[in-house]
Each structure stands twice: as C-alpha cells, then as structure tokens.
C-alpha cells in the first residue's frame, strides 16, 4: 500500500538525522587526539621507522597521560637534536600508547619505550640514531634515552628521579624535563626494582619478545602510559 504524505514526511525526517549522524561521526574520525596541536600533520606510521625521521621544533612540549596521572615535558632541541628528533617523532606517531614504565628504581630513574607489541619492537632493535654531545645534566626530571654502548639508542628512556650528574660523564644526554607534573613521575610503581638477572623485576629480552602480554601476566602492578601527545608550547596542563 502506498504511503500516506504523513508517512513520507516522517521517513524523510528518519532520513535526514540519519544523514546528519553520519557526517558528524565522519567529522569526529577526523578531529585531532584531545590536547594534539592542531598546527601539526598527520605523522607517519610507528610501524615504519623510516619514515619517522622529521625535524622536531627546537622546543615543544609533550603530555603524557599515564596510570598515575599526567606530566607534561618540554624539550630543547639544541641541548640534543638527533634524541630530540626521536623522541618528537616517537609521540607524534603514538608509539607510547599503552607502553610499561618497566624498569623503576626509586631514588635513580624510572624508564620506558618497548613497545608493547612484539612485532613493532622487532622493527625499532635495529633503529638506532647517532649520539649527542652531552651538553645538558641529568639532573632531577631531566629525560634521556638509555643505550647500551655508543650510537645504540633507539625507542627506550628514561626521567630522573635524582640528580644523576654521574651520568653526563657517562654519554647520557638529556633533551628536556618535565616541567609539569614531577609528583606524578614519582608515583610510578617501583615495588619491582632493578631488572633481571640483577634484580627481580621485568627481563628486557622477554619484553621485547613476549611485550605486554608477559608484563601484565608476571608483573600485574606496573604502571602504563596511555598516551602521548604533542600539545602547544604555551600548554602544561
């Protein structure tokens, strides 16, 4: 039976949200993540570390959401541009989501960046970039990317706790603090301590083969990042 004008009315209304519901869910997939400065493109893939190669501002700040509350750190590109450069494009690109604060010793540092999947981390082992002039100090809050020799830095850091200046003499060279937040860093969960085999805590190998299936199974009480994002310079929220 064909429908009365009422019902066409009423279908064609139906209609007509329907229409208006998909574009704003459309609008929605593109709008930036929440605090991402909207003055930035869409960064490469984490999956491609070649291509992950762009030029960070010579300062700029990243927030990081975690399971203890947010920081925000602010990085001078001057102090160490090749580990500013990674570290700019390893948060753009969300490498950190859901990554473990897998190696916290209290009173030292707590640090991060294997990824949680096993098959990104088999990508980055063999990304290293150059070393840099220590010019900085690792004092407390400071960042810097840990290395197992020279020109072996890749995705992994750390955030003094103290004033590590012993470290400088070391090669470590940090690039930012954080400027916001420093209670939060020291909340991280240090019950595990120092890695194995010196300690009881998380084996890096393991991490890097099994990811967070193998954290989150053996060493439950970690804390996590959620997310990572760059956010304006004037922001510290």
Known sequence: MENSPAMKAVNLLCALSLFAALVAARADDTKPTQNQD???????????PAKLTGKAPETFRAQFDTTKGKFTIEVTRSLAPNGADRFYNLVRSGYFTDVSFFRVIPGFMCQFGIHGDPNISAKWRAAAISDDPVKGSNTRGTITFA???PNTRTTQLFI??????????????????VVKGMDVVD???????????????????????????????????????????????????
């Open 187 to 237: 909340r991280i969960n240090g019950e595990y301590g120092e890695g194995a085999p010196n300690g009881s805590g998380p084996d890096q190998g393991r991490i890097q083969m099994e990811g967070n299936a193998y954290l989150k199974k053996d060493f439950p009480n970690l804390d996590y990042i959620k997310s990572a994002t760059i956010v304006p310079a004037d922001s510290a929220k």
């Open 38 to 48: 909207k003055s930035l493109p869409v960064p490469p893939s984490f999956a491609d």
């Open 160 to 177: 003094n706790f103290a004033d590590n200046v012993n470290l400088d003499s070391m090669g470590f060279s940090p690039f930012g603090k």
């Open 147 to 149: 290395t197992a020799g």
